[in-house]
């Protein structure tokens, strides 16, 4: 007979349990959405937004691992949200200005008279710098500035004998208005855009333009201030067209600015004198008018003395 072994008993006192296999912790799987989450967050923002913010919930309720890629995505996603919405403003700022100034181009077109066209618009001659009303043999010329405060006085005083002799035919009148003094508007360069204003009245209503300036120095603004607005200098028009796109455009801005420096460093044809040293000057035949500013007798004198 074989004998067996003797085997201790393993729910004897003292006796050693048998070993069995060991398992360490479980990782916890990764959230799937949380890996979506960062992925579209390189390429579609809001699907990142979205996912990010399911997997954070799922997280929290089910303890998977995955936040940082989740918290990832989310960043990733709000960014390209805020980049695409900066561009789409942009985009739209963009439109709406490149609308209005393209409309503006081509609405205006028809109604601003063009540089281009001829060197003589209505009563502005413009290869030669000046506006003119009158067709009589004698040639006065007035260097004006619109701010300038003598030449308001000069034309209260003269402007209806100035108007008299244009009408029944005895002189021609050139009026060359320059733009010195836009310093003293504050920034609104007033003495250019009056003088643009008087242009735009002599091209469009040539009749009308020595009323239009004697309305310009009627409603003339004290040096220092900004002057008239633009609404208010197409306002002065009493001509049948209108100046006002004229007037808001500018076409003679550069043109009045140009005027003035050739008036400053000269020379003046047929003058007397080199070069214009303030305003108003007045030029009658080329000599120049150097009596009392507020005295009409006296310089219409001048006029008929420059003539014989």
Known sequence: ????????????????????PYYGPVAPRTNTLSIISLVTGFFCSVAAVITGHIALNQIKRTGEAGRGLAIAGLVLGYVGVGVTALLIVLAIVFATTFGLIFSSIVGNTSSVPSLDASGQIGAAYLDDGYLQAGSGDTIVDLYIDPMCPYCGQFELANGRAIATLVDDGSITVRVHALTFLDPASQGSDYSTRAANALTCEAAINPDSMLDYMAALFASQPAEGTTGLSDDELSALSTGAGSIDDCVATAPYADWSQQNTDDALTGPIPGAEIASIQGTPTVLVNGSQYQGPIDDPQAFVEFVVGAAS
Request: hydrophobic letters at 35%; glycine letters at 10%.
């Open 1 to 20: 007979m074989t004998e067996q072994a003797d085997y201790p008993d393993q729910n004897a006192p003292g006796a050693v349990p048998a070993a069995g």
